[in-house]
């Protein structure tokens, strides 16, 4: 299916908590990247891995964390710092080589209770 | 900052038609541009894309141009079907490097049998 899976499908969270969105691929790509999307917003970049062990904030950081332990997974954890955490999130990999566009995942999305 | 901009949000066109989607980008670094394709409830699927050492590509019904002096590049999908009716993002590379995209709005295009 595309070699990306995300999961959850749906994921609610109740104010205050913390929760987890997965993301796995077997694409054997070093970079993982988790974008947020919103109606009328486009795609907006939360975190990227261009390798293991190793990330950065992309434009909407604050409220996310995540971790890039293994190369195929790079999980995303949304605090409770997020104040507006309702939205689609995307999860995509790529080779990170000039002219390879993006495998997304089938997307998570969240909704606050 | 950087930014791209997409225009129009919205395109409805009777079937058989032709439909542009127009986009610019503020980076004069950006040297690649990919084209996504949603449908509704699915994961962004990479429809084409081009380098800026190349100013036309087409594969079939669709194509891109790129104008890297006015700093815009174009989606034309001649002879429309409903199936093509979904929403599309253009997105620019973030300076020379490939690791991360600046995507657009996004227009979602309805084709009318």
């Known amino acids: 299916d595309g070699g990306i899976t995300q999961s959850p499908k749906y994921l609610f969270r109740k104010e205050g908590q913390n929760v987890t969105l997965s993301c796995e691929q077997n694409?054997?790509?070093?970079?993982m990247y988790w974008y947020r999307q919103d109606p009328g917003q486009g795609l907006r970049l939360i975190y990227y891995?261009?390798?293991?062990?190793?990330?950065q904030k992309g434009d909407i950081a604050e409220g996310y964390s995540v971790s890039r332990e293994k190369k195929e997974s790079f999980p995303l954890t949304v605090t409770s710092a997020q104040k507006n955490p309702t939205a689609f999130y995307l999860c995509?990999?790529?080779?990170?080589?000039?002219?390879?566009?993006?495998?997304f995942g089938s997307g998570t999305r969240l909704t606050v209770v | 900052g950087e930014n791209v901009e997409q225009h129009p949000s919205t395109l409805s066109v009777q079937e058989g038609d032709s439909a542009v989607i127009k986009c610019t980008y503020s980076d004069s670094a950006s040297n690649y541009f990919p084209w996504y394709k949603q449908e509704l409830g699915k994961r962004p699927q990479l429809i084409i894309d081009?380098?800026?050492?190349?100013g036309e590509k087409k594969d079939q019904r669709i194509a891109v141009t790129l104008n890297k002096t006015a700093k815009h590049f174009s989606l034309h999908i001649t002879e429309t079907q409903p199936e093509d009716s979904a929403v599309y993002f253009c997105?620019?590379?973030?300076?020379?490097?490939?690791?991360?995209?600046?995507f657009g709005t996004g227009t979602r295009l309805k084709v009318l049998a």
């Open positions: 081009i380098r800026s050492n190349v």
């Open positions: 694409l054997n790509h070093d970079a």
């Open positions: 891995s261009q390798i293991v062990n190793d990330f």
């Open positions: 995509a990999s790529s080779t990170g080589q000039l002219g390879e566009g993006y495998t």
């Open positions: 997105a620019a590379s973030r300076g020379s490097g490939t690791y991360k995209y600046i």
